[in-house]
């Protein structure tokens, strides 16, 4: 059975109403796709089909962990991503010639079976922080990010004696770019 297979559902037969679907984006959901960012993944989706005469609108509806690395540390980490988005899917006849928007697709009436894979690998992916930390030291240890590394980050921000963090111009700590200023 394809790792696709549990979001492909038949749009024949499915009558007026709402369906609820509780459904998996782990590692073999992500392999399926080419070139996915993602290797790793734990992530449990509800996906709900209100299903009406002209139209469908899908929620997804989603919560779990992605295996990356910190920005701030370079530790692997499981970073927790969550997020709630709707597809509004229209049937109309001639749907192969019109385009498909941000949150709207349109079906041929006569679609007997509809893949929501692309669409929830599309919505997870979008879900994931372009600068991707963890919050190292917050809740129990261990800690998944390396202490080694954050000790280093640390040294290298100075503080004022009051506590804050000294600005760029603050610090009694000569530059390595004041070399370049003599030379003109």
Sequence with gaps: MSAQAPFIFPLRGLGQGLYTYELVADDA???SF??????????????????RTREMTLTFDFAGTIATTCDRCMA???????GKESLI???TSGADEMEDEANLIYLDPDTSLFNAAPYAYELI???IPMIRTFDCREGS??????????DRIDDSIEYASDGDVKEDGDTDKPSPWDVLKDLS
């Design 76 to 82: 692997d980490i499981d970073l927790p991503i969550a």
């Design 141 to 150: 240890a261990p800690f998944p990010c390396d202490e080694e590394m954050l």
């Design 125 to 127: 992916l979008l879900a």
């Design 34 to 51: 080419k070139d996915a960012p993602v290797t790793r993944a734990d992530i449990k989706l509800e996906l709900t089909v209100d299903r």
């Design 29 to 31: 959901f992500f392999a």
């Design 89 to 91: 899917a229209k049937f």
